[in-house]
């Protein structure tokens, strides 16, 4: 177990910490993964920083064209937000579907990110939605990195959590547009999902779509973004035929693996063309 528990009240103060501990401290938020695995022995820590004390690191709010969330937003934040529900839904809705009520009130939709699990719910929605993570470093610098470029493989941050501090999300904002997530499990609560998908559109006159975003999960090493059925959907009306055949090309670019607790690959593609389908299927006739 960890030695020292420290409480920075700024980022400076928590990036000062991470230097000075050289390797041995990590990042704490809401610590509903990291206990759990420095308990097993899969990660180690000396020395915790928790940022929950960091002004602002709870905020959601605009700025200019994009939706930002600090570090320190949990679950329920992001699931009951006016502005999350009305700019990104599929953030929302993914949210509001992650464990239990008090896994909610207390893990981040960053640190599901860092987490880097391929079935992540909030991962998803944010691959769809092209978020960047703003990623701040010992030396002073910062840098933008989308989401979907953070992993290494299952369960493998390219955040390294003891140098480093995700400090918020960014997603653009686009006008007219519209997202969508859903999930299947083997039960309604407190199961990983079976497949989840998320999907943004911008749509024009006559549900015609000049921009999508597409994710999905656990269909990969990591939540994927199927950039294959955004460039179909681009420039098309939204009718039937297309939706379908949207939804067929998703299913064959996927590549679930067969699962015990998930079921068979060929049952999870059917899954995945399902959900796909009534993503698009509620986007067209909301529009």
Not at 228 to 255: C, D, M, N
Request: proline residues 3%; glycine residues 8%.
């Amino acid at each position: 177990m960890w030695e020292e528990y420290y409480r920075p009240s700024t980022l400076e103060e928590a990036l000062e910490i991470l230097a000075s501990c050289k390797g041995e401290a990590r990042v704490i938020a809401g610590g509903t993964d990291l206990i759990l695995d420095i308990k097993k022995g899969s990660k180690k820590a000396k020395y915790l920083v928790d940022i929950r004390n960091i002004d602002g690191i709870n905020v959601i709010e605009e700025k200019g064209d994009k939706l930002y969330l600090g570090a320190g937003v949990t679950h329920t934040q992001a699931a009951t937000s006016p502005l999350v529900r009305n700019k990104a839904t599929a953030l929302a809705e993914a949210a509001s579907q992650v464990g239990s009520v008090q896994i909610r009130n207390v893990g981040t939709i960053v640190g599901n990110i860092v987490n880097a699990q391929p079935a992540a719910d909030t991962a998803v929605a944010l691959v769809a939605l092209e978020a960047e993570a703003e990623i701040a470093f010992t030396d002073g610098s910062k840098q933008l990195v989308k989401v979907e470029e953070l992993y290494e493989g299952p369960g493998k941050s390219k955040v390294d959590s003891t140098s480093s501090i995700v400090t918020g999300i960014y997603i653009p904002l686009r006008e007219r547009s519209k997202s969508v997530f859903k999930r299947l499990a083997r039960r309604k609560s407190l199961a990983l999902p079976v497949i989840n998908v998320a999907v943004t559109v911008v749509l024009e006159e006559g549900n015609r779509v000049s921009y999508a975003g597409v994710a999905a999960g656990p269909v990969g090493p990591q939540p994927q973004r199927l950039k294959e059925v955004e460039e179909f959907l681009w420039g098309k009306v939204l009718t039937a035929s297309v939706i379908k055949e949207a939804a067929q090309l998703a299913a064959r670019l996927a590549q679930p693996r067969d699962s015990v607790l998930r079921g068979s690959k060929e049952y999870r593609r059917e899954l995945l063309r399902v959900l796909i389908t009534r993503s698009l299927q509620s986007l067209a006739t909301t529009a």
